[in-house]
């Protein structure tokens, strides 16, 4: 997704254009940050907690995700805004940018 929208900065002018790609692209990210927001939701529920932890997690909402990645660091001192990296991808964070990451996650466009 990265490429594509290097690609689209560099190849599309007109500006109607582009903010219908990136409002596509934001609804996909949005779409699997949602579904890697379930999983992760799923596979923590299986680990041993206090029933006030886990009624906490089970609660957790994210539409919220700056509030959420700051619960969980605090947590299971673990995010879902920043990729530590590997030998293959390299360090990446989200820009926490809270207007703009939540007005993407209420309305899922620019």
């Given at each position: 997704m990265l490429s594509r929208l290097e690609t689209i900065r560099?190849?599309?002018s007109d500006e109607k254009e582009r903010g219908t790609v990136w409002e596509e692209m934001t609804v996909?990210?949005?779409t699997k940050f949602?579904?890697?927001?379930?999983h992760l939701r799923r596979r923590l529920l299986c680990l041993p907690m206090t029933p006030k932890?886990?009624?906490?997690?089970e609660a957790?909402?994210?539409q919220s995700p700056l509030q959420a990645d700051k619960s969980l660091v605090e947590w299971f001192d673990i995010g879902?805004?920043?990729w530590v990296g590997n030998d293959i991808t390299p360090k990446r964070k989200?820009?926490?940018d809270?207007?703009?990451?939540?007005?993407?996650?209420k309305s899922g466009t620019f």
């Open positions: 560099n190849t599309v996909k990210s949005v949602e579904a890697l927001a379930t932890r886990r009624k906490q997690l957790l909402s994210f879902v805004l920043e989200v820009p926490t809270a207007a703009f990451i939540t007005r993407c996650f």
